[in-house]
């Protein structure tokens, strides 16, 4: 492999395989969360980070600021979403069995992604429209968007975030807690409830950034919430289902080989067409869940 090839693979696969995995750790962290907490599959997951990214988008047509500087406000109003989903749709069914709560939210996320067309239409959007933002140049051969700088950055920021809650509050301890038996932890004196709120506005928050990073590395349209669930759950699992941790490892490994597997490993020809990246978080899946199906940091198994 010659230098130029081995700048190529940095530029346009290695460097959008971690930029793509970032945006599929936030969004799988809140999955994982979810599943692990309250013991179900959230399909809906998907349509938060749609509300969050167009609630940025509308955001920033009245404001005119840069859409990191309106994510906390945008975190702020799609976790008052997820609140109230929770408690009008699936607060009902808590005690019902898991297959009601997938259901549910099956069609939660057919009226999120209808009210989202609805409102915004069907029409494809950007954060940076008619801008043309140049990479910066890096030792004559590396090339960095801002941008993807700036995705990366503030995603490791978030991760850390999420350890920090997860290891150093009470919180985070009662969640952990019921993580590992929602009853022990009634039990022992843990509002289960408040648990609850607390697990969903932090999901509704990571997959609000990541829908914000999401559309502004690429565009917004109302079916990016839906394309975006395979993936999240692929790196969920991969991790392991109720292992955040595992979901930011899973989220970068299905990132890096969705690009990786489009580079011309064998010829001039891509390995796999683009086209096919989606196959590859599937196929990921399916060999974890026959090879391992408690995952990499040995999460739950149902």
Request: aromatic share 12%; glycine share 10%; proline share 4%.
């Amino acid at each position: 492999m010659d230098n130029g090839f081995s700048v190529d693979f940095i530029n346009f696969y290695l460097i959008p395989g971690v930029v793509l995995g970032s945006i599929y750790a936030l969004g799988a962290i809140g999955v994982s969360l979810v599943f692990g907490i309250l013991r179900f599959a959230n399909f809906a997951h998907g349509e938060l980070m749609l509300i969050g990214a167009y609630t940025t988008y509308s955001l920033m047509q009245f404001s005119g600021l840069h859409p990191l500087v309106i994510l906390p406000i945008a975190m702020l109003f799609t976790s008052l979403v997820a609140l109230g989903i929770d408690h009008t749709f699936y607060k009902p069914f808590r005690a019902s069995k898991s297959t009601i709560l997938i259901v549910a939210s099956f069609g939660i996320a057919l009226m999120a992604r209808s009210a989202v067309q609805i409102i915004w239409g069907v029409d494809t959007f950007s954060y940076s429209s008619g801008q043309i933002q140049m990479p910066m140049i890096l030792f004559d051969t590396l090339r960095l968007s801002p941008k993807h700088i700036w995705i990366v950055c503030f995603s490791i920021v978030l991760m850390i975030v999420v350890h920090v809650v997860l290891t150093h509050t009470k919180t985070g301890k009662a969640m952990r807690a019921m993580s590992d038996s929602a009853e022990l932890a009634q039990l022992t004196g843990i509002r289960t409830e408040s648990v609850v709120k607390a697990t969903w506005v932090l999901g509704a928050s990571l997959a609000t950034a990541a829908g914000v990073f999401l559309g502004w590395d690429s565009h917004l349209h109302s079916m990016m919430g839906f394309y975006m669930l395979l993936p999240m759950f692929a790196a969920a699992i991969l991790g392991g289902i109720g292992q955040p941790y595992g979901a930011m490892v899973g989220g970068l490994v299905v990132g890096l080989a969705e690009e990786l597997s489009a580079y011309p490993w064998l010829g001039d020809t891509p390995l796999l067409s683009p086209a096919y990246k989606a196959g590859v978080a599937f196929a990921l899946m399916i060999i974890m869940l026959i090879w391992r199906p408690s995952g990499l940091f040995r999460g739950r198994v149902f």
